[in-house]
């Protein structure tokens, strides 16, 4: 399921950072009684009353500022205005409404996005303060009286986020669509791969790397299937991310990646395996995606005897950790072996979602400790007395023992082979969690 983007924006120290801390539940903001000190965007994850969303702290907005500072944070603020789903716009009680205030609010009105109006440093619980009516004048609405710093009011700020957030998508209407992530680093050929399964011009294409900022979903139907494609800028090396347009292209592929089923991994084959795609391809593996990795430009390939076969050995020992994910040569330009994609996307996602029975899963562990026995630390040896699959998506296993502290981490790389070879789980990572016998698992 997607989750929602909010952004908390207002002019500096006005406790936005403090207010970003709160609603997250730990300090992840820089929190100092200094103007700009956030002078960059941070993100995270909540939820409240079961409602995930994403939540932006920005810089202040200075709508008349001159300095290079001020300019730089007012700009990275309006663009996360413009990539939010709810706006919160915070205010300081203690200064009043300042003319700043009055010019940011007229700012936001324009974006036409949904805007909740929070009076910030109420620290006193009671009757509501007369002054606060003041804040009507910016023309949105009831404030919000809250306390970052002591917590008050917070609750109905996030009753209010939740309540404007876009609807859910109905799961009745979506379950046989597969969402697919395309990833990779810029200029892989990401968008070329999208217009040629849509056979039109859907995404901008060039030469220059980043041309695509944003991620752009597009609905496919075609006879395996229906799929919605989502484009993504490509993710560049942090020390390459020097302006706020780039941040925010990161941060969108990473939520691509979050809201995909399947994630195609796009390596351009004239460069191999780089440093970047590694990190590129360890974001849909740390996120449990059913991954594919499309090595692109495969026709612009001098062929020699088994230069395929050993530029896939190349690419798997690059991506050690993640052998699982089949590699697919093709051409975005030309188009050649596009069309096997459908089928790997389809096989990958029935793989992920793979449910096996306790009883057939203790039958494949009875059969590896009989043939390697578990391992043992000062005279005392591990006992593995069952294991059980309590979910998917990737396909999650708890192996209960007698002792986690024996559970080599080689032992249960070994025992996810043997699940590997028994069921197949192609293209899927697992998840091995260890549990003593008298812990509980969160089903």
């Avoid at 303060?129 to 008050?152: K, Q, R």
């Avoid at 790397?209 to 484009?231: P, W």
């Amino acid at each position: 399921m997607p989750r929602n983007l909010v952004a908390i924006v207002g002019r500096p120290n006005v406790g936005k950072s403090t207010l970003f801390n709160r609603l997250v539940g730990k300090r992840v903001s820089i929190v100092e009684d200094t103007p700009g000190v956030t002078r960059d965007r941070l993100h995270a994850k909540t939820d409240w009353n079961g409602r995930e969303f994403d939540l932006i702290d920005t810089g202040g907005i200075e709508p008349a500022a001159d300095s290079e500072m001020l300019i730089f944070m007012r700009e990275q603020a309006l663009l996360a205005v413009e990539m939010a789903d709810v706006i919160v716009f915070v205010t300081d009680f203690t200064t009043g409404v300042t003319a700043a205030d009055t010019d940011v609010a007229r700012i936001l009105q324009k974006s036409g996005k949904p805007i909740i109006l929070v009076v910030n440093k109420m620290d006193t619980t009671g009757s509501e303060h007369p002054d606060i009516y003041e804040f009507y004048s910016l023309g949105l609405g009831d404030p919000i009286s809250v306390s970052a710093t002591h917590g008050h009011g917070t609750g109905d700020l996030l009753d209010e986020c939740v309540k404007l957030l876009p609807d859910e998508t109905d799961n009745d209407d979506t379950d046989n669509v597969i969402r697919v992530a395309v990833i990779g680093k810029p200029n892989a050929g990401k968008s070329s791969l999208v217009n040629k399964i849509l056979g039109e011009k859907r995404v901008i294409v060039s030469d220059k790397a980043g041309t695509t900022r944003d991620s752009v979903d597009t609905h496919f139907e075609n006879e395996f299937g229906e799929y919605i494609f989502i484009d993504t800028a490509g993710l560049r090396r942090k020390s390459k991310i020097d302006n706020n347009i780039e941040y925010y292209s990161v941060l969108r592929a990473k939520m691509a990646i979050e809201r995909s089923d399947v994630c195609i991994i796009m390596i351009d084959a004239r460069e191999g395996v780089t440093e970047q795609d590694t990190k590129v391809a360890g974001l849909a593996h740390e996120a449990g995606k059913a991954s594919i990795i499309a090595v692109n430009k495969w026709d612009l390939i001098e062929k020699e005897t088994n230069t395929m076969e050993n530029m896939r050995k190349d690419v798997k020992n690059d991506l050690s950790y993640m052998t699982y994910a089949p590699v697919l040569f093709i051409s975005a330009l030309t188009g050649q072996r596009v069309d096997k994609l459908f089928e790997l996307i389809n096989f990958v996602n029935e793989q992920t979602s793979m449910r096996v029975t306790t009883g057939t899963l203790n039958g494949v562990l009875a059969d590896a400790t009989a043939r390697v026995q578990p391992p043992t630390d000062k005279g005392r040896r591990l006992k593995v007395y069952y294991i059980t699959q309590t979910g998917i998506r990737p396909p999650t296993f708890v192996c209960f023992c007698n002792d986690a502290k024996l559970f080599h981490f080689s032992y249960l790389r070994y025992l996810e082979n043997q699940i590997r070879a028994a069921f197949g789980l192609d293209g899927t990572p697992i998840r091995m969690i260890v549990r003593q016998r008298d812990e509980k698992v969160e089903r």
